[in-house]
């Protein structure tokens, strides 16, 4: 049914709101008001602690962050479905990340929300020198995590739409009738995203293919290389034919690809030309977005073209 992913600096209390969103969402589908079409067969919270995830994977030296990530987002892939409503708890910090489980999220079918918890970094730290033992960060990694946060933008269509939490904010889970009161009518924030996951827009699927692991290097060749092919493509069509419209492409398998590797296929519609430079714009954009999650989430060429495709249709809109 939905995907929602809480983003936020270490300690800003990501798992504190998420438990408030999931009681709340329980306590929406436990509604017998709730109309059947809303209702959710479950609620899966996915964060570090259910993944066996340490927080010394974050050290900056510890070379777990990638392998980290990776086991986030496969699980991300595993729980997706049409009846499950998944809360991702996890810091999130890299908008590549963001994306890349978003475009899971419309191979799957579902809407996606994307909730901030917007604390600011003082009370984070005072937060974290609170805790005791493994689940406190070292200093020097919460200060690297947050001077890497990538912070969401309503502007960006896999952050969008985006709920901001203030570290004051009422709980989400906010009872009936305030305190004390018997039923769950959550907070004014807790309502925005339930009204995006049950009435926001549900973007079409893109083409459904496997991700694949390659080394790091030759993944980022092989983004550059595809999402070029796709260019020369696209130029030589428009050259031929400028009109606008769906237009098929065929493509050349990538050179890593078997020597029996049929071509690659896609469809994309534009409504105007696009000229060399803004494509070069697009790839360097697509290809950055990708960059920052090489080694923890690759995708195959076919895969690519695909959201590469997606990508310039959507920029281009
Ligand atoms: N709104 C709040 N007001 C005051 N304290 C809070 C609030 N939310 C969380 N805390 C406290 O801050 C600490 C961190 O909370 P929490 O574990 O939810 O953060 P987190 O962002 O999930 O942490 P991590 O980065 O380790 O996953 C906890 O001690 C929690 O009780």
Known sequence: MAMITICGFPCSGKSTRAQQLA???QAKLADPLCPPHHRARKVVLLNDESLGILKRSYDV???AEKPARATLFSAVQRNLARDAIVIV???NYIKGARYQMYCEAREVGVRTCTLFIATPPDQCKERNSARQGPTAYAPATLDNLISRFEEPNSAARWDAPLVTVAADDPPLDAPT?????EGVEGSEAAQQVWRAITEGELKPPNLATQSVQTSSTSYLTLLDSTSSSLITALLSRQSLSPHSGPTTLTLPPSSSAPRTAAPLRVTLTLNRPVALPQLQ????Q?????????GATEFDDKRIVAMFAQYVEEQMR
């Open 23 to 25: 009681d709340f969402l």
């Open 61 to 63: 030296d510890a070379r």
């Open 89 to 91: 708890d996890a810091m």
């Open 177 to 181: 009738g305030g305190a004390g009161g």
């Open 281 to 284: 714009r697009l790839k360097r």
């Open 286 to 294: 697509f290809v950055q977005l990708h960059a920052r999650t090489a």
